[in-house]
């Protein structure tokens, strides 16, 4: 059973960065499809950002484009996202997220329904 690890979170002024963190544990397969998603309060749950884990393949929300960098640490099994120039829309719970054995895509990525795994979160509010 996959666990996947949030922390990093925290308040941030306008402007300010932050790295977030997800440790996994219990891999079983070779390859995986990891991502970041946010949910702010009302809104849906939408993807931020993704890896795959077999070559390094990146994707990434038009929104957080040129400001977030998702990345991974195969040797800690920790996955990243640096927040840059971050703005008050950023503000939300952001959740790690993984899936065994599929190869990310463009049109598959933001599909929360693809992630079999997920974590507990942690929230990012950036104050004016």
């Known amino acids: 059973q996959v666990q996947l690890v949030e922390s990093g979170g925290g308040s941030v002024q306008v402007g300010g960065s932050l790295r977030l963190s997800c440790a996994a544990s219990?891999?079983?397969?070779?390859?995986?499809?990891m991502a970041w998603f946010r949910q702010a309060p009302g809104k849906e749950r939408e993807g931020v950002a993704a890896i795959y884990t077999r070559g390094g393949s990146t994707y990434y929300a038009n929104s957080v484009k040129g400001r977030f960098t998702i990345s991974q640490d195969n040797a800690k099994n920790t996955l990243y996202l640096q927040m840059n120039s971050l703005n008050p829309e950023d503000t939300a719970m952001y959740y790690c997220a993984a899936t065994p054995g599929v190869i990310c895509s463009g049109a598959s990525w933001p599909r929360a329904t693809i992630y079999k795994y997920w974590g507990q979160g942690t929230q990012v509010t950036v104050s004016s």
């Open positions: 219990g891999y079983t397969h070779i390859s995986y499809c």
